[in-house]
């Protein structure tokens, strides 16, 4: 089966643009998680859909960013306008069980804000 | 608040020889424990995970996980370590009673293996 896939790999944009990334989560996967990794640091969570809705968006940083999952396929997360800190990776996983934290993660994209 | 600590930000090892990395959490129960790994240009992918029961856990690639709970540990190891495991390891905790599934990762150890 394909895996998750997002795209683009890579982003380069400059402050106050708007980026948007997007991910393909495995078929039949209900649950889509979408993190991050700021500057080496920890990877954090972002937010979690279960099909299209947002069971959780506790981990989202600020309404600069907005993350939709429009007939509970695949996902988009739209930063707009880019601030320098959002340089990151950005991770998205799917599971079919969210209880039993069966993850398949994307190899992410990595965004680079100048 | 729930953290992981993985003190060990990078660590060497020649191939052959044995490798254990570390990583502490902070939760008030037992959590879901996991170690992940990412090699360069690929996704994360799980090595091993601890649910309950028997605390040593093996995974695959032939790593094993002890998870102490005197020690607030989950120690990743391998008995000999081949050059395609140089990649950066993460150690996460999964909290199961108050929902949202999330996982909360530590920083990464990244392990290089020299020859």
């Known amino acids: 089966e394909a895996g998750v896939t997002q795209f683009p790999s890579h982003s380069v944009i400059e402050k106050g643009q708007t980026v948007t990334l997007r991910c393909d989560p495995i078929?039949?996967?209900?649950?889509l998680y979408w993190y991050r990794r700021v500057m080496g640091k920890e990877i954090k969570f972002l937010l979690h859909f279960v099909k299209e809705s947002k069971q959780d968006e506790s981990g989202m940083p600020n309404n600069r960013f907005l993350a939709e999952r429009t007939g509970g396929t695949y996902s988009t997360l739209k930063v707009q306008p880019a601030e320098l800190e959002d340089s990151g990776v950005y991770f998205c996983a799917s599971s079919q069980d969210a209880s039993n934290y069966g993850y398949t993660f994307g190899s992410g994209t990595r965004l680079t804000v100048v | 608040a729930q953290s992981v600590t993985q003190p060990d930000i990078h660590i060497t090892v020649s191939e052959g020889a044995s490798l254990e990395l570390r990583c502490n959490y902070s939760?008030?129960?037992?959590?879901?424990l996991f170690w992940y790994v990412q090699s360069p240009g690929q996704g994360l992918q799980l090595l091993l995970k601890y649910f309950s029961g028997d605390t040593l856990v093996q995974g695959i690639k032939g790593f094993e996980a002890e998870f102490k709970r005197s020690q607030s540990s989950f120690n990743l190891r391998k008995p000999s370590v081949h050059w395609s495991d140089a990649a950066e390891y993460f150690c996460a905790v999964g909290d199961p009673y108050t929902g949202g599934f999330k996982t909360i990762f530590g920083a990464g150890t990244r392990l290089f293996v020299k020859a």
């Open positions: 078929s039949g996967h209900d649950n």
């Open positions: 939760y008030g129960a037992t959590p879901y």
